[in-house]
């Protein structure tokens, strides 16, 4: 599915906004609840892979991958009135006991501490060793901010690093988050957090677009 909200020279405003209105829907659909009207595409026996995409304008090189998969698993927690706490059982433990399961094939890394900087560093250190990853699995918290009218990330604040708990939060907004991933060529991104996929009138405001938009693959499940 490929979505272009840029209509030809010449469009009216009005056309040219009700084009980024339906982009921006077609974007933010729930990746499980997407629906043919008689069933669920990712179900049944003939379940489909449906690959959703911005146009890519600039010419990017390939990112050339071997074994093993390199995972990095980004779990930050932040604890205040806006970030409720999400159990690591729900979905960073199954990772890492999958990810046992493949040996040799695979290879992950849990981000410490689970901030922005980290992540940076992180990134940074893997590519200086010729050993990129390439998957970044991020499983915690996303927000959309209307007041910006984009969407973003919620890391641990690097001031916090010393705590034992109550860590602040960090909000990465999606325009940060994607020009990191675009500098180190991540071939796929999964963000497991609700609001990632969310924007209002401009497609590309959401973490998920962002990211699409920079010519990344985009692996998701939102919460309600």
């Known amino acids: 599915m490929l979505v272009d909200s840029d209509l030809p020279d010449g469009s009216s405003p009005k056309a040219q906004a009700a ?117 970044v699995h991020f499983d915690g918290h996303g927000v959309y901010d209307r007041r910006h009218g984009l969407g973003g990330l919620c890391f641990e604040d690097p001031r916090d690093i010393q705590k034992l708990h109550e860590w602040e939060m960090a909000f990465v907004d999606a325009r940060e988050m994607a020009s990191v991933v675009r500098e180190h060529r991540i071939p796929l991104v999964f963000l497991e957090a609700c609001q990632s996929a969310q924007a209002e009138t401009d497609p590309t405001a959401s973490v998920a677009a962002k990211l699409l938009r920079r010519g990344r693959d985009i692996g998701g499940s939102h919460e309600p």
Request: glycine letters at 4%.
């Open 19 to 135: 084009a980024k209105e339906a982009a921006t829907g077609l974007l933010a659909l729930p990746w499980e609840l997407l629906h043919d009207g008689r069933s669920y595409l990712f179900q049944g026996q003939h379940a489909v892979r449906v690959r959703r995409r911005l146009p890519n304008r600039y010419a990017q090189p390939h990112a050339v991958t071997d074994l093993p998969i390199r995972i990095l698993l980004v779990s930050p927690r932040p604890e205040n009135a806006h970030t409720s706490y999400i159990d690591h059982r729900i979905s960073a433990l199954p990772l890492v006991e999958a990810t046992e399961s493949l040996g040799k094939l695979a290879e992950l890394t849990v981000l410490t501490p689970p901030t922005f900087p980290a992540l940076q560093q992180a990134l940074q250190h893997a590519a200086a060793a010729k050993q990129p990853f390439d998957v």
